[in-house]
Nanobody, 122 residues
Framework: QVQLVESGGGSVQTGGSLRLSCAAS????????MAWFRQAPGKEREEVAT???????TYAESVKGRFTASKDDVARILYLQMNSLKPEDTAIYYC????????????????WGQGTQVTVGS
C-alpha cells in the first residue's frame, strides 16, 4: 500500500507562483513513476506532468515552460513548481504513483492523493 499526501495549494493572483508537494509513504519502490494531474470544475481530469524513476519529465502543452516537476527520492517527495500561473490553472491538483512498467503498459495509476486546491485570480 502506498499513501500520497499533497500540500502547497492556495490562492494566488495571475502571474504568481506556487510549489506543490506530494509526500509518499508505504510500499514505494525505486522503479516508481509519479505524475501530477488536475481537475477543474466541470472538466475531465488532465495529466499535467510526469516523472519517471530516472527523473525524466514530460509536461502537458498547456504548462510547458511554466511548470517544473522534480522529486527527492530520499525524502520520497514529489514537487510541482508552478510559475506564471493563469486563471485556467485553477483546479484540484492530485499526485499519483505506480510502477513505471505498469504506466508504460497503459495501466492507470493505482495510488492517488486526496488533492490540493489551486485557485488563480485574474
Amino acid at each position: 500500500q502506498v499513501q500520497l499526501v499533497e500540500s502547497g495549494g492556495g490562492s494566488v493572483q495571475t502571474g504568481g507562483s506556487l510549489r506543490l508537494s506530494c509526500a509518499a509513504s508505504g510500499s514505494t519502490t525505486s522503479n516508481d513513476c509519479m505524475a501530477w494531474f488536475r481537475q477543474a470544475p466541470g472538466k475531465e481530469r488532465e495529466e499535467v506532468a510526469t516523472i519517471d524513476s530516472d527523473g525524466r519529465t514530460t509536461y502537458a502543452e498547456s504548462v510547458k515552460g511554466r511548470f517544473t516537476a522534480s522529486k527527492d527520492d530520499v525524502a520520497r517527495i514529489l514537487y510541482l513548481q508552478m510559475n506564471s500561473l493563469k486563471p485556467e490553472d485553477t483546479a484540484i491538483y492530485y499526485c499519483a504513483l505506480d510502477l513505471c512498467s505498469w504506466v508504460a503498459a497503459g495501466i492507470p495509476y493505482s495510488s492517488w492523493g486526496q488533492g490540493t486546491q489551486v485557485t488563480v485570480g485574474s
